[in-house]
C-alpha cells in the first residue's frame, strides 16, 4: 500500500489564506459592532426622549392642578397658566420625537401611541376649559413608561 502525503503548500499561501480569513473576521466583527452601537444610540436616545416627554406631562399635569387650585380660590396667576401652556407644547413636541423613533408594527407602540392620544385629548380639554371626562394622569403618565420600557427592552 502507498502512502498518501499531501503535496506540499508553500508558506506564502498559508499566509494569504490565513489574511483573507482574518481579514473576514475583522469584517464581520465591525458589522456587528456598528449595529450594536446603532442599537445603544438608539436606545440612549429614545430613553432620553421618554424622560422628556414624562418630565414635561407631570410638568404640565402640576401647573394644571396649580391653575385649579387659583380658580377655585378665585385667584388669577398668570404666570401659572403661562407656564401650563407652555408645558403643553412641550408635551407634543417631545411625543413627536418618539414618534420618529418608533415604528408602529408592534403593539407596545400602538398602545403608547393611543396613551398619548388619551393624554392629549385631555390637555386639550384643560386647555380649553372645557370640563373634561374624569381622567387619571398619574396612571396615564405610568401606562406610558411600561410601554416604554417595553419597547426600550425589546429593542433588537
Request: net charge neutral; glycine share 2%; aromatic share 12%.
Amino acid at each position: 500500500m502507498e502512502d498518501f502525503t499531501l503535496p506540499e503548500i508553500p508558506d506564502s499561501y498559508i499566509a494569504i489564506i490565513v489574511a483573507i480569513i482574518a481579514g473576514f473576521i475583522a469584517h464581520i466583527n465591525l458589522k456587528h459592532s456598528i449595529k450594536l452601537q446603532a442599537k445603544n444610540k438608539w436606545k440612549e436616545d429614545f430613553r432620553l426622549h421618554v424622560s422628556d416627554y414624562l418630565e414635561s406631562v407631570m410638568n404640565f399635569y402640576f401647573y394644571s392642578m396649580e391653575v385649579k387650585r387659583n380658580i377655585q380660590r378665585e385667584e388669577i396667576n398668570k404666570n401659572f397658566q403661562e407656564k401650563q401652556s407652555l408645558m403643553a407644547s412641550e408635551v407634543l413636541g417631545r411625543f413627536n420625537r418618539i414618534t420618529l423613533m418608533i415604528d408602529y408594527k408592534d403593539s407596545d407602540s400602538l398602545k403608547l401611541n393611543e396613551i398619548f392620544q388619551a393624554q392629549h385629548s385631555k390637555i386639550n380639554d384643560i386647555l380649553s376649559e372645557t370640563p373634561p371626562p374624569d381622567f387619571d394622569f398619574p396612571k396615564s403618565i405610568g401606562n406610558f413608561f411600561h410601554y416604554s420600557k417595553r419597547i426600550y427592552d425589546n429593542k433588537k
